[in-house]
């Protein structure tokens, strides 16, 4: 079965990744590839880890830290069922992770990947709007 790449709708986000995994249960039995840890837009800023799902072709960031700083919300940044399509699209993220600016990198390509505009308001599921 082939997954199809989505390309339309709102960005995704749930409060932790808990319910993340909770919203789609093909999630917790699907391999995941490691797509950085250090992901970051300023030198200060707070880190977030990304993964691509193989099972549901979502790639996804976690803010790390603790919840009360925003730590544990998933952002779906695009689905793509193909990871040839990931890893060309995402092509020397090992060398970018980490750096100043990096998830602006990241969301870049994921954008090109997915065709995937953002778009506002942006839905948190999973818990109470933040």
């Not at 699209?89 to 750096?99: I, P, Y």
């Amino acid at each position: 079965m082939r997954l199809e790449d989505r390309r339309a709708g709102p960005a995704r986000r749930y409060r932790s990744l808990a319910s993340f995994y909770k919203a789609d249960p093909r999630r917790l039995g699907s391999r995941e590839l490691d797509v950085g840890l250090w992901w970051r837009d300023d030198p200060t800023g707070p880190l977030h880890r990304a993964a691509w799902i193989g099972d549901t072709g979502e790639l996804y960031l976690v803010r790390l830290g603790p919840a009360e700083s925003g730590g544990g919300v998933v952002e779906v940044l695009a689905e793509v069922g193909e990871r040839e399509r990931l890893n060309a699209a995402l092509e020397g993220w090992r060398e970018r992770c980490g750096q100043p600016c990096s998830l602006s990198w990241l969301r870049e390509r994921a954008r090109r990947l997915s065709d995937r505009a953002p778009r506002a308001p942006v839905r948190l599921l999973g818990g109470v709007a933040a």
